[in-house]
């Protein structure tokens, strides 16, 4: 059973997690929507498999 | 190493920086007086196999890890290079201090200043997407994930929780979207309307969306799926997904479609899925030779994004006056006088692409006038070239791919690699037609004419000092909205006696009328 209707993102006003480049966060800003910049670094000290690790434990 | 080179390497323990930021201070850094080689970045194996390559070697670079940052000059004297690292310094101490104003580290942290956020937008290295990702849609967010470099795997499994939460995945590797009017990655500022966008590639879309604009009609949503959403492991979730949302908006009239060849399977079930639309589809797929048939009389199938563009405005506005691609006579004299210019050895089109759905569909314009082009992206795989880095008889260049781009900024966002290119053109006295596209709209390099302008006019100075004249002809995806001031780039090319095309089939139509008449020699 579907949480959403999957067409929902496209009659909200978006709201926006930017993740990475700064760049992105800047013009999406300057198209007036809400938007929030996650300055991203690698976790776990980028061992991707720590990660899995991790998610799976927590 | 050579006795008058200084070198200089630091490691920056956890001192973290987005790739593409780095790329762009080091372009600046290598174009300082007095410096040789310069490498800043951060120490991913990737990135440390690229130093290894470039012949540094320095044994805690072997120990740094991925948060850690590497900084290598080397330089003609120790005041160069100490005065690199001065610069390199300023710039980093000057985005440390911004960097303390926003204080969101994680999604989670980012969720709790903007708890009914709807859509995640990524770009981060690829590895790290899937991780990342996952944990965005369990929070209720929709995707946006710029980034490539995610195994098909990972796509899978993403795009099919997302299906269970009724959430829809753009990308892997989706370069644009407008969403109600808003871009998201490299996306043309377009007026709203009635035609709705499914695509594959992120420049086909910028060039659909910018031509609907330039024709004096609108968009509704541009939804972009990843390049590998057609592919039959994936089998179209999110083109099936953009169908529905097209299908069911009340602002949306006509449905385009603009893709690569679809996997075969989903070929099939796309054709039912159209079949049972509501809506009038258009679908534009690159390269391919056999259309396909569709059975409902109101959708169209074509090959080139233009025609789709036309059969969408036409589906809108039966009998309107929308953009024709034939030749004006005009153009007709033009090549003409320009071919009288050349030279008796000037016989060979080199394209320096940005854009990789222009460096296809180009290649299909001339194959359809019968001009055969070698290219590193080509449309069969006879057409590739030996060496990319060398050109042959006629070929056009994706300087996006990443064989060129490995550690180097993508050609959208600067010029330096095309640079390049276009200088080693130049030394061939039997280059004709250097062909260019130009890519506006957000994100995209903010002057990317005036990069490549000192380049252009040093082949059309060296064809004339071979005795011939160089004929250069480029394409200019965007509008009179953009960010670039669409007007001055196209000015800047004027100047410099470029023919210019708001389309980049025109252009390369343009380019396959200057070869008609040419014996060329071939394979």
Redesign the interface.
Known sequence: MMEKEKDALFKESLKIINIGLEKFFENIEAQSVEVVQVDWEPPAGGDTEMMEILDHLL | MENNMFTSIEIRKKQ?Y?S??LMGENQKLGNSDGIIQTAVLMA?EKNKSILLDLGITYSKIEDA???DLIIAIIGESEQAVSDALGKVDSILQGLEAK?TE?R????Q???G??P??????????G??VP??A?K?LEA???LFI??SNVSLDDELQLKQKA??????VMGPDCGTSL??G????FANVVRQGEIGVIGASGTGLQEFTSQIHNAGYGIS?AIGTGSNDVKDMIGGITTF?AL??LE??PNTKVIAFVSKPLGEQLAEGLVSRIAACKKPIVCCFLGLDSPLQLPKKSDRVVRIIDEAVKASIDLLEPGSKSGNLTLTPKELAWCEEERGLWSPEQRYLRGVFAGGTFTYQSQQVLKDAGIRVYSNAPLSHHMTLADPDVSQYHTIVDMGDEFYTLGRPHPMISGALRNERIEQEAKDPQMAILFLDFILG??ASEDPVGELLDSIILAQRKAESYGGHLTVVASMCGTDQDPQDFAMQKALLDQQDVFIFNSNARAAFFCANLLRSEKVLEK
Do not use: C, M, W
């Not at chain 2, 299906?163 to 829809?168: A, H, N, R, V």
């Not at chain 2, 808003?182 to 990655?185: L, Q, R, T």
């Open positions: 973290y987005d593409v930021f991913s890890g991925p948060n960097k926003a969101f580290h994680t999604i942290e980012g969720l200043q903007l009914d956020a709807n859509l995640a937008v990524f770009s981060i290295p590895e790290y991780h990342e996952r965005a209720g967010l929709n710029f980034s299906e269970e939460k009724g959430l829809i969403i109600g808003i871009g998201i990655g949503h997904s529905e949302v069911k908006d957000y994100n």
